[in-house]
């Protein structure tokens, strides 16, 4: 090991011990082929304290040769315990895929006493608390609780649409919408299988399809689909302008279209404009998502299409608001309230409160005609599709 990795590890022993679970890394250190079979002993002697074992595995780190430094980073990522490895590398990127599905790191659970020293690295202030108990699974009622315990929780979709050039549009402030959502997903325990910008309508519908036949569903609790695109009267706008519905997309999450995902909550996070009225508010440069919309995803359903909640940015028939530098109220609100909140609140409760802060948000739009600027406000929209049941994350679970 060189000498600057064992300064490191020598500098922050002592933040090192508090934070680090010994149990977690215990579970995938013999993998690793860092320390022989009898250092494994040693830290897992029940005679000695957590501390003393902690102590006993990081100073024998540096001996374990040149690659052990980042093997055991690697080991903390593959253990959850993100904070202990950002200690040891700051440069960390919550992109984790090189380990695969169902071993990639998720970035879930810190304690309410470890929020100080810690963030997502490359998405400053975005910590997923831990869950302290268990809801749901073989504990609650299976008919009025999802079970949400698999690990990964669940695959999801991301698609942000930013540039549109053939109208010479662009959904300023957009970029940072992304990586935000990114980080909380992972954060709840979710891998993100797809995670695309700047799609054509049949781009983005082969993508929904694929990611609907996705063979990691059938391991999985849950799903996630989110959508941050312009919308109009005919629904969400690929950058070529051309349409999905809403109801178009909901179909192919049916119980018949997909069967790995039956009996389990599929989340829809749909941020784009579902009209062109607007709510009146107070004053900041904002943009609009779109047009008008008015999405009729309820009719004609059949009782195939259930288990679905759809988290909408805005209320039918109005647009949805759009900071040109801070990005989407919606998705601001969302990722503030799920990483602080999911850990103890279901889905509805933290949609509501997504809408209550959401709506403390004040802006100003010009009106293209006359230049007049309008005082604006958004209230979003939570609503579900047949039955469901109560849903909780456990995050760090």
Known sequence: MNKKDIETIKQNRNRLIGCIELIEILRYLPNSHIFLEEDLQKFEDATLTEEDRLLNLLESLPNRGPKAFRGFVDVLMQAQQLKAAWILDPQISPDAQRYGYGDQHQFAGLDEDQQDSCTVPAVPGIVVKKSAQLYGGTIFDSDKVYKMESKPRGLALIINNIEFPKQGSRRDGAEKDDPALKALLEGLGFTVAVDEKNKTAEEMWNLI?????????????????????????????????????YLEIYSIFGHRSCPNLRGKPKIFLIQGCRGSGEQIGVPRKIGIDGGSASLTYQEGLEEDYKDMFAFFSTLDGLTSIRDH??????????VEVFSENAHKDHFHDLCNEVNRRMGTETGTLEDPDTRELKKVKQSANYSTQGHVKTLYFNPGL
């Open 325 to 334: 530098k801070a990005g989407c109220w919606f998705i601001k609100y969302l």
């Open 209 to 245: 399809k694929d990611f609907a036949n996705h063979p990691g569903h059938a391991n999985a609790d849950c799903s996630v689909v989110s959508i941050m695109t312009h919308g109009d009267e005919q629904g969400y706008c690929g950058v070529d302008f051309k349409k999905l519905t």
